[in-house]
């Protein structure tokens, strides 16, 4: 497939090598209107570039367009690229309103192109074999899933609108969609009602940065879901490296000192491409541990199963069993994405389609809804 960026931020900066390794993608073009980052990533990999997303998508040769751009500008670019005959795949979230989606939705299905929504925790190697693993039942049927995760979110370089939650900022639209994505792959059921309670806590950066929700699906099954990114603990300190959080933590806040709100959108847009460079033009490295978005327990009837660095670990009555999960094409942990699009390209039916991405962005407005209301709220599926 042949391939153009629509913004080189620190999200495509992330999934980069596994587009750059897939066997099946040919990057081609980038449209990126800041000058350095433009310039440099068409100097290394020496495609097309343009300053404007429309240019791009009148760029014959190009079959997708993998929109990273912010989250305010979605559903121009995905409307642009649909109705220029492009495939789109779009950074969560799909869109910040249900009508923004609905038109999105529409627009893809007049063109006849594939519309589809990532790269989110759901695509993950290890939470698709939770889904196979819930489908067979193997080890009975599902009741529940149980996922948290803390990290230093609110403390990376921001852009003024990613500290507004009116603008899409904060984890509810950002990080949360994440563990949605994963239960809801995983359950492959229908969310039929989310209580939550949001927290924002730093008057200095005033958006939802914590979340403890509860979300219930039509199958029965029940998904416990927290996350903190307000950098007092770290993913990391539970595996053993307490002291690497805590300088990573130390460091993040200390270089947001005294920064204007225009210094630390420059330091954000350099966060991405600009910083991780020379990791993403060398030579590829092989990953050895799957990621995981903090920590993520399934409860079967007859066994508990948790993501792990290889896989999944699986604890019943008197037996551990360990079972492996391969990384996607090209080696990387991220390729599952690409391996999705190709095959819904090619005439298959995704699992991560423009309607799962609206539904994910439901269930991340009754989750803020909820937590105004101090109610039970059922998302507009």
Same mark, same amino acid.
Request: aromatic content about 8%; some cysteine.
């Given at each position: 497939?042949?391939?153009?960026?629509?913004?080189?931020?620190?999200?495509?900066?992330?999934?980069?090598?596994?587009?750059?390794?897939?066997?099946?993608?040919?990057?081609?073009?980038?449209?990126?209107?800041?000058?350095?980052?433009?310039?440099?990533?068409?100097?290394?990999?020496?495609?097309?570039?343009?300053?404007?997303?429309?240019?791009?998508?009148?760029?014959?040769?190009?079959?997708?367009?993998?929109?990273?751009?912010?989250?305010?500008?979605?559903?121009?670019?995905?409307?642009?690229?649909?109705?220029?005959?492009?495939?789109?795949?779009?950074?969560?979230?799909?869109?910040?309103?249900?009508?923004?989606?609905?038109?999105?939705?529409?627009?893809?299905?007049?063109?006849?192109?594939?519309?589809?929504?990532?790269?989110?925790?759901?695509?993950?190697?290890?939470?698709?074999?939770?889904?196979?693993?819930?489908?067979?039942?193997?080890?009975?049927?599902?009741?529940?899933?149980?996922?948290?995760?803390?990290?230093?979110?609110?403390?990376?370089?921001?852009?003024?609108?990613?500290?507004?939650?009116?603008?899409?900022?904060?984890?509810?639209?950002?990080?949360?969609?994440?563990?949605?994505?994963?239960?809801?792959?995983?359950?492959?059921?229908?969310?039929? !009602?989310?209580? =939550?309670?949001? #927290?924002?806590? &730093?008057?200095? +950066?005033?958006?939802?940065? /914590?979340?403890?929700?509860? @979300?219930?699906?039509?199958?029965?099954?029940?998904?416990?879901?927290?996350?903190?990114?307000?950098?007092?603990? !770290?993913?990391? =300190?539970?595996? #053993?490296?307490? &002291?690497?959080? +805590?300088?990573?933590?130390? /460091?993040?806040?200390?270089? @947001?000192?005294?920064?204007?709100?225009?210094?630390?959108?420059?330091?954000?847009?350099?966060?991405?491409?600009?910083?991780?460079? =020379?990791?993403?033009?060398?030579?590829?490295?092989?990953?050895?541990?799957?990621?995981?978005?903090?920590?993520?327990?399934?409860?079967?009837?007859?066994?508990?199963?948790?993501?792990?660095?290889?896989?999944?670990?699986?604890?019943?009555?008197?037996?551990?069993?360990?079972?492996?999960?391969?990384?996607?094409?090209?080696?990387?942990?991220?390729?599952?994405?690409?391996?999705?699009?190709?095959?819904?390209?090619?005439?298959?039916?995704?699992?991560?389609?423009?309607?799962?991405?609206?539904?994910?962005?439901?269930?991340?407005?009754?989750?803020?809804?909820?937590?105004?209301?101090?109610?039970?709220?059922?998302?507009?599926?």
């Amino acid at each position: 497939m042949r391939i153009g960026i629509v913004g080189l931020g620190r999200a495509a900066a992330t999934i980069l090598p596994s587009m750059i390794a897939h066997p099946k993608i040919d990057i081609v073009a980038l449209a990126e209107p800041n000058d350095e980052l433009r310039e440099a990533f068409c100097a290394d990999f020496g495609v097309r570039g343009y300053a404007r997303a429309e240019d791009l998508f009148e760029d014959p040769e190009l079959e997708v367009a993998y929109i990273a751009t912010p989250h305010q500008f979605h559903k121009e670019h995905v409307i642009g690229a649909v109705e220029h005959g492009k495939h789109v795949l779009v950074e969560k979230p799909i869109a910040l309103t249900l009508e923004e989606c609905d038109a999105m939705i529409a627009a893809a299905d007049r063109a006849g192109v594939v519309f589809m929504v990532g790269h989110t925790n759901g695509y993950d190697p290890p939470v698709l074999a939770l889904r196979e693993l819930a489908a067979s039942r193997r080890y009975g049927a599902l009741g529940m899933i149980n996922t948290f995760n803390y990290s230093d979110f609110l403390y990376r370089p921001r852009r003024p609108e990613e500290l507004d939650t009116r603008l899409g900022g904060g984890i509810m639209y950002n990080q949360f969609p994440h563990q949605v994505d994963m239960a809801r792959t995983i359950t492959d059921a229908k969310v039929v !009602s989310v209580s =939550a309670v949001c #927290g924002s806590w &730093d008057v200095d +950066r005033p958006t939802e940065a /914590s979340v403890a929700a509860l @979300l219930r699906f039509e199958n029965g099954v029940a998904a416990s879901i927290v996350y903190s990114g307000y950098a007092h603990l !770290s993913n990391d =300190a539970l595996t #053993g490296t307490e &002291d690497r959080a +805590r300088r990573r933590t130390e /460091s993040l806040r200390s270089k @947001l000192i005294d920064l204007t709100p225009e210094q630390e959108a420059a330091a954000k847009a350099r966060s991405g491409y600009i910083e991780r460079r =020379a990791q993403i033009t060398g030579p590829p490295e092989r990953p050895t541990e799957h990621e995981r978005f903090g920590v993520l327990i399934a409860g079967f009837e007859g066994a508990d199963a948790v993501l792990a660095p290889g896989g999944l670990m699986v604890y019943g009555d008197g037996f551990t069993e360990e079972i492996p999960v391969p990384f996607g094409s090209g080696g990387q942990r991220r390729s599952t994405v690409f391996d999705e699009l190709y095959d819904a390209v090619s005439g298959g039916t995704p699992i991560h389609d423009g309607r799962w991405g609206r539904a994910t962005l439901a269930v991340c407005l009754a989750a803020l809804e909820s937590s105004v209301s101090g109610r039970e709220v059922s998302p507009k599926i």
